[in-house]
């Protein structure tokens, strides 16, 4: 054997170590029935834990999904499926067993909602996963009980990809039905990724809140009332149309005549604080501003280039049908 051939035996091992198996799930696309036969087999591994937190969740004017993400019962569902805070509401577990439950806060903004079982626990629950875990392309399963609760069926599934997010709302192709509002989205870990929210009749117009929101808002929506449209009227105003970015939350636009003007806030100045709460996401930004009153005072810490500056604004009146 001469010494180029003893090389190669060498440097074989090597080379077959650094070879990666990429999951069938996390492809780009199906490349052949074997790829198809792997994500089957992945779903099957991960319905049996993910399927016993799912509930139906009912009242006497509907019906619609929630899954149950703590032990002691806390349930993540769609707000205009909770409708109203503190309304006493029965979920429905995948055994056919109803359990009372009391509904929490949310964001119409969103159609983020929370409710929380009564009884004592504990409860089956599924892991949240962390903020910016999903992107476009990913694949992911929806589970939900369109058209309400039938033990002789059992949970449905469908099987997508994300086709989009921006903001408060994640599209996929992952189709929902009547019933299936409030339901969860997961990743191929088994993690939540979002609530099911808007159903179409379009296969891929299927749109649901991003598990983002939640994060963003926790602590706000387990525990203050539900922020609707008609409430947000009430509270004051700044006056910019902005945008999640990966650079944070630019401003878009700023409206003539309103707080943020007469502030010197510019187009394209990325909103860091309000009062000293650091912003993740559009929607708190409109709930943190929305809470004060107007002429109450407002202190906005605002990136604009490489410099942060401050400045205390006097808030204004919300026009109607304006969101920011």
Not at 139 to 167: M, Q, S, T, Y
Not at 241 to 259: P, W
Request: some cysteine; overall charge negative.
């Amino acid at each position: 054997m001469n010494i180029f051939s003893r090389v190669l035996l060498l440097i074989a091992p090597v080379i077959h170590a650094d070879v990666v198996t990429v999951a069938a799930w996390e492809k780009k696309a199906p490349e052949n029935t074997d790829d198809l036969i792997s994500i089957q087999i992945r779903l099957n591994e991960l319905l049996p834990q993910t399927q016993k937190a799912l509930v139906s969740i009912e009242s006497g004017d509907g019906a619609g999904s929630g899954i149950i993400v703590s032990e002691d019962g806390l349930v993540l569902t769609a707000a205009h499926v909770i409708g109203s805070t503190g309304k006493k509401m029965q979920v429905r577990l995948p055994n056919g067993k109803r359990a009372p439950a009391i509904t929490l806060g949310g964001s119409e903004i969103s159609d983020a909602g929370m409710l929380k079982i009564t009884k004592g626990g504990p409860w089956p629950f599924i892991d949240v996963a962390p903020k910016n875990n999903s992107k476009v392309g990913d694949w992911c399963f929806g589970l939900g009980h369109p058209g309400g609760f039938d033990k002789e069926r059992g949970i449905v599934v469908r099987v997508g990809r994300i086709i989009a997010k921006k903001n408060e709302t994640m599209q996929t192709d992952s189709r929902l039905l009547g019933g299936d509002s409030g339901g969860p989205l997961f990743n191929f870990a088994g993690k939540l990724i979002a609530i099911h929210s808007r159903v179409s009749q379009k296969p891929d117009q299927n749109f649901h809140v991003p598990i983002e929101s939640f994060h963003a808002n926790w602590s706000y929506f387990r525990d203050q009332a539900l922020v609707s449209h008609k409430s947000m009227q009430k509270g004051g105003f700044f006056g910019v149309s902005c945008e999640e970015t990966e650079l944070g939350l630019i401003i878009r636009e700023v409206i003539t005549g309103t707080a943020a003007e007469k502030a010197g806030i510019s187009a394209g100045d990325i909103l860091l604080e309000v009062n000293g709460e650091h912003l993740d996401s559009r929607e708190e930004f409109i709930i943190l501003i929305s809470s004060l009153e107007p002429g109450e005072e407002a202190k906005i810490l605002y990136q604009r280039e490489n410099a942060q500056c401050s400045v205390k604004v006097k808030l204004g009146v919300r026009p109607q049908a304006t969101e920011e």
